[in-house]
């Protein structure tokens, strides 16, 4: 069974670093294919994707957000992190890792996510 | 950036009707080497995480209630239900992962 677990500050000053930690269980990011990714919703909003990691420690970013984030695994612990610098009160929001598709025996990945983390409240305020 | 877009923003539909969403990608995201659409569904229920219905389009979740089903290719999709149960009550959401991933804003699906 996979689970994962979002967990970090659920306040953060404007200008400082968010750092979040994604603790998950069922599987392995060192198992070829599996990916895992970082998912936001501000409240009454819109989901919105931050940025995905691979077994191969391939990292994708969104295009408007990359300059300030970056993702990085420790497979030993089985947790992957995020760090967005310079938060803002736009970037208050729910905070979700969630597990990635994959090939499931086909060959073809999917970036698509069946697996989420109940998420983690951020607000962003001074 | 590939854009998302949905419609309708709302839509309250009878019980035990048919409901109909529409997601519509700025360009295809049919690859030709796999002729497959890199498209998912979700559905959403207030204060859970999203739940995926569909990838490749129209691949279904296990789990999921046939009356559920994704079809659509190119640049233009559909999410139906075919039989509208209390249940499905939630907002929905494509999601392209041809170039990075993006999401659609949502549809809110009710109860007439």
């Known amino acids: 069974q996979i689970t994962l677990k979002e967990s970090g500050p659920t306040l953060v000053k404007p200008t400082q670093t968010l750092t979040l930690t994604c603790t998950f269980s069922g599987f392995s990011l060192s198992t070829s294919g599996v990916g895992v990714g970082w998912i936001r919703q501000p409240p009454g909003k819109a989901l919105e994707w931050l940025t995905l990691?691979?077994?191969?420690?391939?990292?994708r970013y969104s295009p408007s957000l990359k300059s300030r984030l970056t993702i990085t695994k420790d497979t030993s612990k089985n947790q992957v992190v995020l760090t967005m610098t310079n938060m803002d009160s736009v970037d208050t929001a729910t905070y979700y890792c969630?597990?990635?598709?994959?090939?499931?025996?086909?060959?073809?990945?999917?970036?698509?996510?069946?697996?989420w983390g109940q998420g983690t409240v951020v607000t962003v305020s001074s | 950036d590939i854009v998302m877009t949905q419609s309708p923003d709302f839509l309250a539909v009878s019980l035990g009707e048919r409901a109909t969403i529409n997601c519509k990608s700025s360009q295809s995201i049919l690859y030709s080497s796999n002729n497959k659409n890199y498209l998912a569904w979700y559905q959403q229920k207030p204060g859970q995480p999203p739940k995926l219905l569909f990838y490749w389009a129209s691949t279904r979740e296990s789990g999921v209630p046939d009356r559920f089903s994704g079809s659509g290719s190119g640049t233009d999709f559909t999410l139906t239900i075919s039989s509208l149960q209390a249940e499905d009550v939630a907002v929905y959401y494509c999601q392209q992962y041809y170039s990075t991933v993006t999401f659609g804003p949502g549809t809110k699906v009710d109860i007439k």
């Open positions: 969630a597990h990635r598709v994959g090939a499931r025996g086909s060959g073809w990945y999917s970036d698509s996510f069946d697996i």
């Open positions: 990691i691979y077994w191969n420690d391939e990292k």
